[in-house]
């Protein structure tokens, strides 16, 4: 049997993932992101409306012409990050396979396809849910359960008849979730019992020593300095990644108990808590507030802003989005202006590209000339350090090792890693998107 790996997106860069794995001349395609910062580069860009071609010509998702005419059974989603989701719109209409994923992935990606104005998908979506394994042709699809930063994470196993390959991009290994399903342990020791051919393994925080700090952890530092902050007779603004349910829950829980009212504003957390409320998958209090549209999110904030010391406004804009809320509010624009006496706290770590970094240095600054005072990184890692990244290797022992989801430095640290652990150049490769690598199963 031969094995191929074919990765179209996601190596020597961060976002736009998607990977080909074969076996004997079928395929499944595992994730259809797009890249974030390509994006950021262009000011108030709506992909929803533009073609194929011209995303690709502007790096903003992945190149799927290899892999257009061959036989391609499945479309499967790991988590519902848009660097791993947000392209479905845009290119899974060019093949008749199923599309699957956990149901909080699959209902994310479904809201893509909805705002999808240039092509129509009509790929039929199925659910998984971790333990579960499905065949697709002679090709069996195996989700195991992972914690990472968003709910519902699957590393996806891709077997063959006598070979098998490991999709694992993003993961921690987390004992205090708070919310889900913590890494399946058992499973992956189980992989190595029955011989595993390849591992994709992310890379993203392999130069960290590690390990990465529970979510637990991040909930204690928000409940320390949003109590402090609550003596104060300012507002507290926070910002986190809104597909980031967990730590929602936490900023909204720790508000109700330092006494304040907390307040969700911005389209995006509007979707992702909404859809997680709808799943079962958070209890949100049912006198919470949550707006999306503009005309409801500007009432609130005139509303808000005679008594501002009792909330905690909960807005979008943790990497400095121009068009984002607390930008917007920063500049200006909206009936809630920054006073001397308010806090800031960022609940998310900066996405390490030039255009986030400029971004979020600009709103600091600006916050700061208006009397704010900004707390940075009360936040922890959806991704393995080095030291988790370690164990895992060690707990699955695939007879590959390939690093993937980073940028070209980290991915050969990744294969350092290997080589710490015994593995040899012939079993290690660091690939480039759109090379193939071929393995004898």
Known sequence: MTVEILPLGG?????????????????VLVDMGIRLDSILGFEDIDISGMGRRELINMNCIPNDTLILDREVLAIVLSHGHLDHIGAVGKLAHAYDAPIYGT??????????????????????FKTAMPGDAIDVGDIRLE????????????????????????????????????????????????????????ALVGAVRVDEPGPTPSEAH???????????????SGAIFATTFSSHITRIKSIVDISFDIGRTPVLLGRSLHTYCKIASKLGLVDFPPELHIHGRPNAVHNLLREIDGSRDDYVLLVTGHQGEPTSLLTRIADGELPLKIRSGDEVIFSASTIPNP???????????????????????????????????VEFIEMINPEHLVPCHCTLDKLKIMAGVGRELGFSDRQLHILQNGECLRLSG
């Open 11 to 27: 190596l020597g860069e961060v976002g736009k993932n998607m990977t080909a794995i074969g076996f004997d001349g079928e395929y």
């Open 103 to 124: 149901p909080f992935t699959v209902e994310l990606a479904k809201q893509i396809v909805r705002e999808e104005r240039t092509f129509e998908v009509g790929n039929e």
């Open 143 to 198: 989700f195991i359960g992972a914690t990472h930063s968003i709910l519902q994470t699957a590393l996806v196993l891709v077997q063959g008849s006598d070979s098998s390959v490991l999709c694992a991009s993003d993961f921690k290994f987390d004992d205090e979730p708070l919310l889900g399903y913590t890494t399946d342990y058992d499973r992956l020791k189980r992989l190595a019992k029955d011989g595993l051919c390849a």
């Open 218 to 232: 991040a909930r204690d530092m928000l409940r320390e300095v949003m109590t402090e902050a609550t003596s104060n």
């Open 355 to 389: 255009i986030n970094e400029s971004n979020r240095e600009l709103l600091e600054t600006k916050l700061r000339a208006q009397g704010a005072r900004v707390r940075k990184d009360i936040h922890v890692s959806g991704h393995a350090g080095k030291r988790d990244v």
